[in-house]
């Protein structure tokens, strides 16, 4: 048995006229919903009604959904049974209106008078319910109170059973969340889970130093030449086993700790380029990818303009000994304006700056004329196909064509064969990197001689 309404009533005539609700289908819709995954007793919810009774002092406590026939105890403390008709039902009542539905004297009531819970072993006198809204007009059940002799509710009390019923709401909400997670297919689940394991490993691998950076040489194709370096994040397990990107790629999605790891690799590559001018090693310049993330303002750091600039100076190295790549999803991101500013700061300052990984996105001829950048380098997947498509082939030469015409500098990336490296120069490309040129290694393992 389950009532409340929004007021105090004790006539009919306030009470107004009985009939199906409006919203009616709309909500029986969604308590269906919400029945299949709120199945079985729910310490929370019976906490909630136990609070209930507490406050108002009372030996009984529902809380309650009704269907289009029944009214069902979800959670009840001192009354027996799992539910009633919903015709029999207080909360009835209750959910047509927004409001707490009191009833002061049940047997006073001529909506109750004869209602079977007065009037059988019950022996119901008091009712007070607070409707479950569990979205704007539909409102499923109720949180409730009753006493099996007449009484008023003080107002301390109406304010906190309302409290209590929008908890009861959030918990059944939340009932309904984990359900919906379950039904996720499997795949996902696995990469969820995936996802949670490489940033805990991202992670342990800041605190404990087992990020590294791996060095791949870029070429001039015309002449064989190095001109310089991409750096490359590995992870060094102390196993020593070696892990790429991959093994860690949701750490990049993640913004606090995708700027952690870009402030890690800019410190290392710049303590790199300091030891290789100290050596005397003309390594040309070092390339290092930055995230989206990195571009964001945190309160009380530096902007990554700011940022580069700090730790090149410390260092003592001209700027030109740094290209910073972005992706076009990073120039093309929500803050591209206030990328394409801080990308612009970066060049004035003469940093050379790449259009990585192009031709996977959806950079148009417009982004293309108005980004500030130096150097497009050419997706792997491009170079790989061209030699077996003409499509493809002619794509390549489109882009280097478009480069050249815009100014740019044009770097092909994945470069593997001889024929790939042959079909680059016939089409004018400048530059190259790729396993025909030399893998990603650890710079103690280089042993390139001084230029």
């Not at 609070?51 to 809380?63: D, E, K, M, S, V």
Request: hydrophobic share 45%; proline share 4%.
């Amino acid at each position: 048995m389950l009532p409340s309404v929004d007021r105090d009533v004790t006539s009919a005539e306030a009470a107004g006229r009985r009939g199906f609700l409006p919203d009616e289908a709309a909500r029986l819709k969604r308590l269906r919903e919400l029945a299949s995954v709120s199945a079985g007793p729910d310490p929370v919810l019976d906490a909630l009604v136990n609070a209930a009774c507490l406050a108002a002092g009372t030996p009984i406590g529902l809380i309650t959904l009704l269907d289009s026939e029944r009214q069902w105890f979800k959670s009840k403390q001192g009354i027996e049974g799992d539910g009633s008709l919903r015709a029999d039902a207080f909360c009835d009542h209750t959910i047509r209106s927004s409001r707490l539905f009191v009833v002061p004297d049940a047997l006073r009531d001529v909506r109750f008078a004869d209602n079977p819970f007065v009037t059988g072993s019950e022996g119901i006198r008091f009712y007070a319910g607070v409707p479950l809204e569990i979205e704007p007009g539909l409102r499923l059940g109720s949180l409730c109170v009753l006493d099996r002799v007449p009484r008023r509710l003080g107002i301390g009390v109406r304010g906190l059973l309302d409290r209590l019923a929008r908890c009861a709401v959030e918990r059944l909400l939340q009932s309904e969340d984990r359900y919906l997670l379950s039904r996720i297919d499997a795949g996902r689940l696995v990469r969820a889970k995936a996802d949670k394991a490489a940033l805990a490993l991202a992670e342990e691998a800041l605190v404990q130093g087992f990020f590294m950076l791996h060095y791949q040489p870029k070429l001039a194709l015309y002449t064989g030449r190095r001109i310089g370096f991409e750096a490359l994040l590995r992870l060094r397990k102390p196993d020593g086993s070696i892990l790429g990107p991959s093994a860690f790629s949701a750490a990049f999605d993640e913004p606090r700790l995708s700027r952690r790891i870009g402030s890690h690799v800019l410190q290392c590559a710049v303590a790199q380029a300091k030891a290789w001018e100290a050596d005397r090693f003309d390594f040309g310049h070092i390339a290092i990818n930055v995230s989206s993330s990195q571009f964001v303002k945190v309160p009380g750091n530096p902007c990554l303009v700011d940022e580069i600039l700090a730790a090149t100076q410390s260092a003592g190295l001209s700027p030109g000994r740094f290209q910073i790549e972005v992706t076009e999803g990073v120039m093309l991101s929500e803050q591209g304006n206030d990328i394409a500013t801080q990308l612009a700061a970066l060049r004035a300052a003469g940093f050379i700056v790449a259009f990585d990984d192009f031709g996977t996105g959806f950079a148009s001829l417009v982004h293309l004329k108005e980004l500030a950048y130096d150097e497009i380098k050419i997706d792997g997947s491009f170079v790989r196909a061209m030699i077996g498509s003409s499509a493809d082939h002619a794509i390549v030469k489109a882009m280097i064509d478009m480069a050249k015409a815009l100014g740019k500098e044009v770097v092909a990336e994945g470069v593997e064969t001889m024929a790939e490296l042959q079909a680059l120069k016939a089409l004018g490309c400048h530059y190259g990197q790729g396993f025909l040129f030399g893998r990603p290694i650890s710079a103690s393992y280089m042993e390139f001689p001084a230029d």
